[in-house]
């Protein structure tokens, strides 16, 4: 929350933890120059007011003189040239009336401008949280929209958790997508939240998408700032076997697992790794699910050699 208006904290009226609702005062500033600057904007108005009154006698005034100044050139006593200059003479009160009329409305519009301005020597909270940090301090002077936020106000029910997922499992994210979320602080348990949205782009460096899960939070169980771990249940948009990173062999003829077929020999295959997790690895192609792979890559497992499935 940062001042709108400038001038001098006169009072704060919440710290740190308190909770408060929208539209609650949070801070009075008080506001000299702004003060002097509506009373001087009142006096303007006032003149502005009088001088489109002015115009508009003035006006009225031409226009009667035009009206006898016809009558006298119909009748003989006055001359053209005299009805030119009476006739000129109403254009340009009539102008100066509309002249008048705007800067009095610009005027105006100022004068409301001011009065708003004013309305934000409050602070109010803009919506229901905590604070949760404070900075207002009596007698702090305030330029509008520069330096330290006054407070500082969190919404945490319900929690929002934010996660980057990687790409080969972002177009299963879909919103109300069921998530579990575990903090170390509170170990064994889960707090069960939702996919919100999802930013529906990667990051070009990651490679991975923005994510946002709401997690209801009524008791402040949850809070805002904490590292959390998630789980997601998503389906995967293709088969993929899961196989210990000690069966994978790689050389100079690509990543190959060795496989043992009926006979009983091995037989390397060329598999393509979708996702190494450490202790193992997803295999996206290559495999079908029947073979039997041994669980230990080794340079002695070549093709056709015979070996014994131990039992």
Known sequence: MYARASGYVHKWNVDIGDKVKEG?????????????????????QTRMDASVVQSKASLTFSKQTLERTEAMVKNGVASTQELDQ??????????NVTVAIATADAQ??????????????HVTA?????????KAERGMLLTAGTGN???KIATIDPARVFIQVPQDVAPSIHPDLAAQVSVREFPGRT??????????????QTRTMMTEIRVPNPKGELLSGMYAQIA????????????????????ANGVRVATVTADGTVKLVRVVVERDTGPTVLIASGL???ERVAKLASAELVDGRQVDIAK
């Open 24 to 44: 609650e005062v949070l801070a009075e500033i008080d506001t000299p120059d702004l003060d002097q600057q509506i009373d001087e904007a009142k006096a303007t």
């Open 86 to 95: 009476r006739r000129t003479q109403a254009q340009v009160d009539e102008a």
């Open 108 to 121: 105006r519009a100022n004068l409301r401008r001011l009065m708003s301005l004013k309305q934000f020597s």
């Open 126 to 134: 803009p919506f229901a949280g905590t604070v949760t940090e404070r």
């Open 149 to 151: 936020p006054l407070f």
């Open 191 to 204: 707090f069960d939240g939702k996919v919100a949205r999802a930013s529906g782009a990667l990051d070009p």
């Open 232 to 251: 997601l249940s998503l389906p995967i948009p293709h088969h993929v076997f899961e196989l210990p990173a000690t069966a994978i062999q790689t050389d």
């Open 288 to 290: 079908d699910g029947t």
